[in-house]
C-alpha cells in the first residue's frame, strides 16, 4: 500500500477543539484537545449544535462555583463518532457510528441507594457535563466543544436525522427537566395549569400541557414579550403576576409550574393553587430570600409540593418524542437565533447575558 499525502489513515485523528473555561478571571480560551481513549461503555460523539443555558450563565458570572479548568455546556447534540464496546440507547438499540443523539446531563450508576429509589439524576456518584473539572481521562466533558465524551451510565436517546437541531437542542435540559416535573406532579389533560415565569422552561412547559391535553394554560411573566411568546406557544390566559391571583380564581390553578426561582413567585404559587393543587418548584435552583407561609391552608387544602430537579433517562426520551410531535415545532426552532462559531463563544455569551432571546448557540466546524 502507497501512502499519500491525502491518505488519512496513517495520520493521528485531529484532535477536538473545545472553549476550556478557568473561571471568572482566565475567562474562555479556546484549545485543542486530544481525542479520548475510551474506555469499556464510552461513547464519542462529535458535536452538532450546543446552546448556552441560564446555569452555564450562572457559572461565567461567577454566581455559581464550579471546578476548574472545565468545558461548559450541557445542552448539545451530536453524532455517535464511535463507542468502546456494546453501547445501547434508551430504545435498547446497539449504539453505532452516526446515530444522531442526545444524552443525559449526567451519568448514574444504576446501582446505588438513590439510583434504585428512582432519583438517578441524584446518583451518589453522578458525573455531570458541563460542570466538573477537566481530568486525565475525560477532558471533553462539556458541550462547548466540537466533542463530547460520554462516561458509562450516560443515558443515550436517538434523534431523527430530521428532527430540526434547534429544535432537539434544549431537550436534555429545559424540555426533560419540564417533563420530570410533569411526571412528578402527574399532570393530567383535566388540570387547569399555570406556568409561572416564560423563559425556555415556561415556553416548553406551556407547549407541554397543550399537548398533553391540558386546555387551560395560564402563563405568567413579568416580561410582555414573554407573555406574548407563551400565547403564540398556546397558552390560553397569559397575565402578569399582578394578575394571577384572579385568573386563577376564575380558571382554577391544579397544576402549577413555578419556574422562575423568583421567591415572590415562590409565594404566588402557594397562594393560587387549588384544593388539592399541586406545585412542581422548578426555577429556585440557587439561595434565595426565604418565604414563609400558614401551614393549616395547605393542610385544609390537600396541596401538594414537589421540588424538581434535572430528570431521569425516561423523561428525556419522553422529551425528545414530544419535541418531535408538537405543534409548536416551529415555534421552538425560531427561539434560537443563527449560531455563533465555537471561536466566537464570549461574543455568544456576551449576547446570552444582554440578549433576552431565550437561547444562545454555538455551532462548530
Ligand atoms: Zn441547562
Ligand atoms: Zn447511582
Not at 493521528?12 to 479520548?36: I, R, Y
Not at 447534540?77 to 440507547?89: E, F, L, Y
Not at 405543534?327 to 455563533?340: H, K, T
Request: aromatic share 4%.
Amino acid at each position: 500500500m502507497t501512502t499519500t499525502a491525502n491518505d488519512t489513515s496513517s495520520r493521528p485523528p485531529a484532535p477536538a477543539t473545545a472553549a476550556v473555561w478557568s473561571g471568572v478571571d482566565k475567562g474562555f480560551s479556546v484549545e485543542a484537545l486530544p481525542l479520548p481513549e475510551l474506555r469499556p461503555g464510552e461513547l464519542l460523539v462529535r458535536t452538532e449544535l450546543a446552546t448556552i443555558c441560564g446555569s452555564d450563565l450562572h457559572t461565567i458570572n461567577g454566581d455559581r462555583p464550579t471546578p476548574l479548568p472545565t468545558v461548559l455546556g450541557h445542552e448539545a447534540i451530536g453524532h455517535v463518532v464511535s463507542t468502546a464496546g456494546d453501547v445501547t440507547g434508551s430504545d435498547g438499540e446497539l449504539l453505532v457510528a452516526g446515530d444522531r443523539v442526545t444524552w443525559t446531563i449526567g451519568t448514574s450508576c444504576g446501582a446505588c441507594r438513590r439510583c434504585r429509589r428512582g432519583t438517578p439524576q441524584k446518583c451518589l456518584t453522578v458525573r455531570k457535563y458541563g460542570h466538573e473539572a477537566i481530568d486525565g481521562h475525560w477532558k471533553l466533558n462539556g458541550g462547548f466543544g466540537t466533542h463530547v465524551h460520554l462516561l458509562a451510565g450516560t443515558g443515550v436517546v436517538k434523534l431523527a436525522p430530521g428532527l430540526p437541531a434547534a429544535v432537539a437542542v434544549p431537550a436534555n435540559c429545559a424540555t426533560a427537566t419540564v417533563v420530570c416535573a410533569a411526571r412528578r406532579v402527574d399532570l393530567d389533560s383535566d388540570d387547569a395549569v399555570v406556568v409561572i415565569g416564560c423563559g425556555m422552561l415556561g415556553l416548553s412547559a406551556v407547549a407541554y400541557a397543550r399537548d398533553r391535553g391540558c386546555t387551560t394554560v395560564i402563563a405568567c411573566d413579568v416580561d410582555p414579550a414573554r407573555r406574548a411568546l407563551a400565547e403564540r406557544f398556546g397558552a390560553t390566559v397569559v397575565v402578569e403576576p399582578a394578575g394571577l391571583a384572579e385568573a386563577t380564581k376564575q380558571h382554577g390553578a391544579d397544576v402549577v409550574f413555578e419556574l422562575s426561582g423568583n421567591s415572590r413567585a415562590v409565594q404566588s404559587a402557594f397562594e393560587v393553587a387549588d384544593l388539592a393543587g399541586r406545585i412542581a418548584l422548578v426555577g429556585s435552583v440557587s439561595p434565595a430570600p426565604e418565604i414563609s407561609f400558614e401551614p393549616s391552608a395547605f393542610v385544609k387544602n390537600l396541596t401538594t409540593v414537589v421540588g424538581s430537579h434535572n430528570y431521569r433517562l425516561d423523561d428525556l426520551a419522553e422529551a425528545v418524542d414530544f419535541l418531535q410531535r408538537t405543534r409548536a415545532q416551529q415555534l421552538f426552532a425560531d427561539l434560537i437565533p443563527a449560531p455563533y462559531p465555537l471561536d466566537q463563544v464570549v461574543e455568544a455569551v456576551a449576547l446570552a447575558n444582554a440578549a433576552d432571546a431565550p437561547r444562545i448557540a454555538i455551532s462548530f466546524p
